[in-house]
């Protein structure tokens, strides 16, 4: 059996003491057993505002990104630690038993017990209306949910037959799943618990389809729009969607004291203010923030540090953890037969990879000071490996020609453009997010050097949503994006990644990643062999033993990922500009600024930053 659960000294006892005498006096205040953080570098005094600015309204969600409350949370050194929990258990790696804090409580004074857990499970992931596909398929092993066992109003057990090594991490993500619920809120909007009559009523005043689409939009904690719904998190939502600017307020019950037991967050309001993404580097240099990162570029950096003296900001530089900072994505599922021919063949997504000069492209984007890489690990991953680091890399035009040749794309335009096996040009149009300068700057670079093959890009940008569900589509052949998220993996992280079980975060196989998703009831399942192998690889990594057994996992998939050049990295080690208040306390100045599982700011817990006055 392990245990895990958060480490006592004097102080923590001390504040723990503090945080019972005030729950005792019936005032808002932590549980009567708080975490308290010991490793705060510089303790703070309450009060102030914290400005940031956001690119879209459905920015709201960064209040639970950055609040980074979770059940079970990552510390700085990557390794899970209770956090809303008081302890968890594992045994042989299928039975987890978790511990609530005493005391714990709601945003609006209810208390946090295992009911809202259970309400989660029983009426919400296995209510067929609210959830028709089952379960989150992570929360399933071979197919076989949990038994989930209340033990006490403290005290809930999830156990499977076979190991789940990827239940703690699911709640520990930037983007968690959420498997907890406030019943006392939400019972109101569901079927079975709820005065129908009232229900009838509510569903035709919202004007929704019926009581299931009520509830999951007043249940939207991912997204965190939901002024009434009470959170965890250390500030909650103030403000109700349609606005321009949001404020979130201080959970009056949030959990985590300082080692004197004061109470966090210190501070008193986080306000998200919705600007143009385009202005966000302006506003910056102008001072209109004082927590910035989103929406600022490695090409922002110069100015920003121009303009410290008017703006008040100090602008760090904090290092980037993605495989590839951008990356090309070829549709393996794209619905043009011709092209989806020929990303399948290694041999031209080979090609495309010799084709790009990726030394050109640090240079002249950011200063020389990324490095070529291909979308995999970086060094300071124990899994890394040279061989892995160098595959399909090389600014080689000669040999990506001879490959191209060798597919029989040898017949050419006046243009000199190479033409498809049914004759049309091979012009290629690539699909952009439309979010940035920097994707379509890089994708200057490309055109001029894929030209130098006979192939023509255009770069086509669109909304977000549009971009995505055209790639779901199998409409959009070619896309750039940001590459795989987390280059310093563990042999322990789940390699999800690397194999297709995503639609939204690996746009190179969208309908063998939806498939894996729904459990088979969307999408298609993988027909490629090196693809299905990925597949089995990862299924045999939650089998795994132990450390020693998933390290081997983890090197066969690393090595077939690379090999095939599956997506086609660019450049690593982008520096990402970090502006901070010159009055702003607990800011690092080096950090890794990545977004699984660090949660950008969330893992360096902006709930203890202060305002020195």
Not at 173 to 184: G, L, T
Not at 417 to 427: T, V
Request: include cysteine; charged fraction near 30%; glycine fraction near 6%.
């Amino acid at each position: 059996m392990t245990r895990r659960s958060t480490r006592r000294t004097l102080a923590p006892a001390f504040a723990a003491l503090l945080a019972l005498l005030g729950a005792a006096s019936g005032r808002a205040g932590p549980p009567e057993e708080p975490r308290v953080l010991t490793d705060i570098p510089e303790l703070g005094r309450p009060g102030g505002d914290l400005r940031m600015l956001v690119g879209r309204a459905r920015d709201t969600r960064l209040l639970h990104v950055y609040g980074n409350a979770r059940l079970v949370g990552y510390d700085r050194d990557l390794q899970l630690v209770p956090d809303i929990l008081r302890a968890f258990e594992v045994e042989d790696g299928r039975v987890f038993t978790f511990r609530l804090r005493k005391g714990h409580r709601w945003s609006d004074g209810h208390p946090f017990t295992t009911e809202d857990l259970r309400f989660w499970w029983e009426d919400v992931a296995l209510d067929p209306k609210l959830s028709p596909m089952g379960p989150p398929v992570r929360m399933t092993v071979d197919g076989e949910p949990p038994r989930v066992e209340v033990v006490d109003e403290l005290t809930i057990r999830y156990s499977w037959s076979k190991p789940n090594p990827f239940f703690l991490p699911l709640n520990a993500a930037a983007s968690p799943e959420f498997i907890y619920a406030p019943k006392h809120y939400l019972a109101r909007f569901h079927a079975k618990y709820a005065d129908p009559a009232e229900l009838e009523r509510l569903v035709k005043e919202t004007k929704s389809r019926d009581w299931a689409q009520l509830f999951r939009r007043k249940e939207r904690m991912s997204e965190f729009d939901n002024p009434e719904l009470p959170t965890l998190q250390p500030w909650m939502l103030v403000t109700a969607p349609p606005a321009t600017r949001f404020v979130a307020e201080r959970n009056p019950y949030f959990h985590r004291v300082d080692a004197n037991g004061r109470q966090l967050p210190y501070l008193d309001r986080l306000i998200l203010e919705v600007v143009d993404a385009k202005l966000i580097p302006i506003k910056t240099g102008a001072g209109e923030t004082d927590l910035q990162a989103r929406g600022l570029y490695f090409k922002d950096y110069t100015f920003l540090k121009e303009s410290e003296g008017r703006s008040g900001l100090k602008t760090y530089l904090w290092r980037e953890a993605r495989g590839s900072h951008l990356a090309l994505y070829p549709n393996l599922n794209a619905n043009d037969p011709v092209w989806r021919a020929l990303f399948r063949d290694r041999r031209f997504r080979l090609a495309l990879s010799l084709g790009i000069d990726r030394e050109a492209i640090s240079q002249y984007l950011y200063y020389g000071l990324a490095t070529p890489a291909n979308n995999t690990i970086l060094p300071e991953s124990p899994l890394y490996s040279e061989e892995v680091a160098q595959a399909c890399l090389g600014y080689d035009p000669k040999q990506a020609n001879r490959l191209l040749d060798e597919l029989g794309l040898k017949e050419r335009t006046r243009e000199k453009i190479r033409k498809l096996p049914d004759g049309r040009p091979m012009e290629l149009v690539v699909e952009t997010a439309g979010e940035d300068t920097e994707q379509v700057d890089l994708l200057e670079f490309v055109r001029d050097m894929w030209r130098e093959l006979g192939i023509k890009i255009h770069t086509k940008p669109s909304e977000r949503e549009v971009f995505r569900n055209r790639v779901f589509a199998g409409d959009a052949l070619l896309v750039i994006w940001f590459g795989n998220e987390n280059g310093l993996v563990t042999a322990d992280m789940a390699p999800w990644e690397f194999a297709p079980t995503s639609q939204a975060d690996q746009l190179q196989w969208p309908k063998w990643g939806q498939h894996f998703e729904t459990k088979g009831q969307a999408g298609e399942p993988p027909d490629m062999p090196e693809a299905a192998r990925l597949l089995a690889l990862y299924h045999a990594w939650r089998m795994a033993p132990d450390t020693a057994a998933r390290t081997a996992i983890w090197s066969e998939m690393l090595e077939l990922y690379a090999k095939e050049c599956w997506t086609i990295g660019t450049v690593a080690n982008v520096l990402q500009p970090v502006a901070v208040r010159r009055e702003l306390v607990n800011v690092p100045e080096e950090a890794v600024w990545n977004w699984e599982p660090h949660a950008q700011f969330g893992i360096y817990r902006p709930d203890t930053f202060w305002l020195r006055r």
